[in-house]
């Protein structure tokens, strides 16, 4: 697949919340996670599918989506941009709360090797 | 200035249409300004302060803005994202258009030195 088909895949998952099935399906077996800032509970860094899914599944089950909306893909040679928002309450919180960042994408081989996520901190 | 408060300053300076006094003020002297694509009049990568101003100043003569927008920044380590939306009228072909792209900006030593724009091609 081309970076513009990968990153109309994605966003077509996303839209349908069927992100983990984009994991397994578009990234790379050595996938590289990058966050903007590590936290008490995460790494800033994680590695491999194993972990990536792991990341994915934490935060499903620790949030309640109210509504969720991508926008995108942005393409630049072998990257592209996708802008998430997210309506959400912790569970364990309780706290309501949007979120809303840009992910950019690498994607090597046909298969997106390196995701980094950008947005400010509260 | 910190990478935060250089995209505040841009996202502050274009909101008010003041995009040349942005690039003299917070870009590097060696800026590198790479587009998604080449076009027949303008190669997709260009450096230097009196190459990207001159691309800006092409721009803003070459086409009426109706609206414009920025939103941001969205910071990771020494580098942003920016998403500019405009609504304009090329002046020669008098084609009125919608433009969506995101820009994604690299600091160093406090100064932008690296702006790469991401946008799907017609």
């Known amino acids: ?5 990968v990153g109309n895949k994605l966003v077509e998952l996303c ?11 578009l990234y790379s077996p050595d996938i590289v996670s990058v966050e903007a800032a590590a936290t008490p509970a995460m790494p800033a ?3 491999g599918m194993e972990a990536i899914k792991g ?11 109210h509504s969720a909306a ?7 040679g072998d990257r592209f941009i996708v ?16 979120m809303d960042e840009m992910a950019l994408y ?16 509260g």
Chains 1, 2 share one sequence.
């Open 83 to 98: 802008r998430f928002t997210y309506d959400i309450t912790n569970k364990q919180s309780k706290k309501r709360m949007k």
């Open 45 to 47: 860094e994680m590695k």
């Open 55 to 65: 990341k994915n599944k934490w935060w499903l089950d620790n949030h309640e989506v």
């Open 70 to 76: 991508c926008e995108g893909p942005y393409p630049h």
């Open 15 to 25: 839209k349908k919340g069927e992100n983990l099935k984009a994991v397994e399906t």
């Open 106 to 121: 690498t994607v090597k081989g046909g298969k997106i090797a390196r995701e980094e996520f950008f947005y400010a901190m």
């Open 1 to 5: 697949m081309t970076t513009m088909e």
